[in-house]
T-cell receptor, first 114, second 115 residues
Framework: EAGVTQFPSHSVIEKGQTVTLRCDPI?????LYWYRRVMGKEIKFLLH????????ESGMPNNRFLAERTGGTYSTLKVQPAELEDSGVYFC????????????FGPGTRLTVL | AQSVTQLGSHVSVSEGALVLLRCNYS??????LFWYVQYPNQGLQLLLK??????LVKGINGFEAEFKKSETSFHLTKPSAHMSDAAEYFC?????????????FGDGTTLTVKP
């Protein structure tokens, strides 16, 4: 069984540019989560999809961030326009159900905004 | 609001020594608690989790953790450290129920194992 994959593994962009991160969850996992770790601090929740619907997006920092999960499969997280404080590692995780099921994490995308 | 505190951002032990990584949580309701490990260039891997029932939880790679409600703690231990245990460890909590997917993480503890 393939794990959670994320693309790209690294991205370096200039302030003001747009970046799109992609996450492919484990097949059959309806729940998909985005998290972010900034400057070696704690990993913070961004949002949670159940299939294609946003179950909880309370962690999204502002309207420069847009997450989609069309068709309930892979998800994208777009940052437009990127700011310096957006730099960090963006993790995606998936689970079969969200009550007590294990969340499986991808390796993360390291985003650097210059 | 939930919070998770990991005491010590860096812990160093000798190979064969006891590993103790500390985690305290604050929650208004009984939480679900997790320990994850992250090796370089890899995703977070679940070591163990506590949801309900037995308070001593055994995980993979010889790790275990004990849920102590009176101390609001969930410390991670391993009797004998191995070089391969060197990694970053994260404690996390979630509230369960409808908010189960939203985990709150600590800052992480980097474990170094000296030969």
């Amino acid at each position: 069984e393939a794990g959670v994959t994320q693309f790209p593994s690294h991205s370096v962009i200039e302030k003001g540019q747009t970046v799109t991160l992609r996450c492919d969850p484990i097949s059959g996992h309806d729940n998909l989560y985005w998290y972010r770790r900034v400057m070696g601090k704690e990993i913070k929740f961004l949002l949670h999809f159940v299939k294609e619907s946003k179950q909880d997006e309370s962690g999204m920092p502002n309207n420069r961030f847009l997450a989609e999960r069309t068709g309930g499969t892979y998800s994208t997280l777009k940052v437009q326009p990127a700011e310096l404080e957006d730099s960090g590692v963006y993790f995606c995780a998936s689970s079969r159900d969200f009550l007590t099921d294990t969340q499986y994490f991808g390796p993360g995308t390291r985003l650097t905004v210059l | 609001a939930q919070s998770v505190t990991q005491l010590g951002s860096h812990v160093s032990v000798s190979e064969g020594a006891l590993v103790l990584l500390r985690c305290n949580y604050s929650s208004s309701v009984p939480p679900y608690l997790f320990w994850y490990v992250q090796y370089p260039n890899q995703g977070l891997q679940l070591l163990l989790k506590y949801t309900t029932g037995a308070t001593l939880v055994k995980g993979i790679n010889g790790f275990e953790a004990e849920f102590k409600k009176s101390e609001t703690s969930f410390h991670l231990t391993k009797p004998s450290a191995h070089m391969s245990d060197a990694a970053e460890y994260f404690c996390a909590s979630s509230r369960g129920g409808a908010n189960a997917g939203k985990s709150t993480f600590g800052d992480g503890t980097t474990l170094t194992v000296k030969p």
